[in-house]
């Protein structure tokens, strides 16, 4: 078997994300920097791009996933690939998979 080419973090987060044809939500379960696993009961495609925003804890700002792809549906879930993000919020998804929490006075900052 590969290896995977990125770690991945196991987490509960809430995420509301829209397609052309709709708004959903759900929840994260797995999350890695190319992307995450995501559980919903919003019917979805493999192809279909997702604009995403992830809840990862109440009092923060959502990370946001502007363009994410479906990769791959097993019902109730879907492997969702990010595409394209802010580079701000990139560093942040890279600090929360390889860190596991923001502290409770906002997001880490960069170094």
């Not at 604009?51 to 109730?76: E, G, H």
Request: hydrophobic share 40%.
């Amino acid at each position: 078997m590969t290896p995977r080419y990125s770690p991945r973090r196991s987490i509960q987060a809430i995420a509301s994300f829209s397609t052309s044809d709709d708004i959903g939500h759900g929840r994260i379960h797995d999350l890695s920097v190319p992307g995450c696993r995501l559980e919903t009961t919003a019917s979805l495609c493999v192809g279909q791009t997702v604009n995403l925003q992830l809840y990862v804890m109440p009092q923060l700002t959502p990370l946001r996933v502007p363009l994410a792809v479906v990769r791959w549906i097993k019902s109730p879930w879907a492997g969702l690939e990010f595409i394209g993000m802010s580079p701000a919020d990139q560093v942040q998804l890279r600090l929360l998979v390889d860190y596991g929490d923001w502290p409770s006075q906002g997001r880490p900052q960069a170094s």
